[in-house]
């Protein structure tokens, strides 16, 4: 099984400042990595996929990158309603394996 | 826009059965891998099972294998999971969701159905 492990668990920032998530495998996966936000009381919502692939509607502002073992979230610039949960999602392996979370939190 | 609504969570005794549906609408439900995902109360996100388009080839965490069985109805839009010998693990809001074109990513979600597994 492929362990994904994301750091940091928390991370305060303010708004207007750019989050940096990280999510490392365990062993490659490629690039076939996932981000999921996810919003209190809420489904989880995808982000990027494929690594550094916006889905549908999601704003410029959330992007992606890294291959292989690394992978990052970047999000340029923070907006109130960003300060949630944050999940990375592999799919090269079965079974899949989601990280553990990363809360982002006002500072 | 895609629409999937999860039913059948309730309160089930140690070593039940249950019976999960979701029902699909707005997409062609015939053509996408289908996904259970749980999430253990204040804990994070886990895969459960998935099936294919077809029905034809079904996976599982170990967690669940030889416990759970996936299924689908693609005539009637609609996915299931038959949950036996329930533990209090596992406990959780289950969410069923739609695959991408890849299957193994989750572009659309129900809002979920809470299994409490408890005497």
């Known amino acids: 099984e492929i362990v994904l492990t994301q750091s940091p668990a928390t991370l305060s920032l303010s708004p207007g400042e750019r989050a940096t998530l990280s999510c490392r495998a365990s062993q490659s996966v490629s690039g076939y990595l996932a981000w999921y936000q996810q919003k209190p009381g809420q489904a989880p919502r995808l982000l990027i996929y494929d690594a550094s692939n916006r889905a549908t509607g999601i704003p410029a502002r959330f992007s992606g990158s890294g291959s292989g073992t690394d992978f990052t979230l970047t999000i340029s610039s923070l907006e109130p309603e960003d300060f949630v949960v944050y999940y990375c999602?592999?799919?090269?392996?079965?079974?899949?394996?989601f990280g553990q979370g990363t809360r982002l939190e006002i500072k | 826009e895609v629409h999937l609504l999860e039913s059948g969570g309730t309160l089930v005794p140690p070593g039940g059965s249950l019976r999960l549906s979701c029902a699909a609408s707005?997409?062609?439900?015939?053509?996408?891998?289908m996904t259970w995902v749980r999430q253990a109360p204040g804990k994070g996100l886990e895969w459960v099972s998935t099936i294919s388009n077809s029905g034809g080839t079904t996976f599982y965490a170990d967690s669940v294998q030889g416990r759970f069985t996936i299924s689908r109805d693609n005539s009637k839009n609609t996915l299931h999971l038959q949950m036996n010998s329930l533990r209090a693990d596992d406990t959780a809001v289950y969410y069923c969701?739609?695959?991408?074109?890849?299957?193994?990513?989750?572009?659309?979600w129900g809002q979920g159905t809470l299994v409490t597994v408890s005497s």
């Open positions: 999602q592999q799919r090269n392996n079965w079974p899949l394996t």
């Open positions: 969701a739609k695959g991408t074109i890849a299957a193994r990513y989750f572009d659309f």
């Open positions: 707005r997409f062609t439900f015939s053509s996408y891998a």
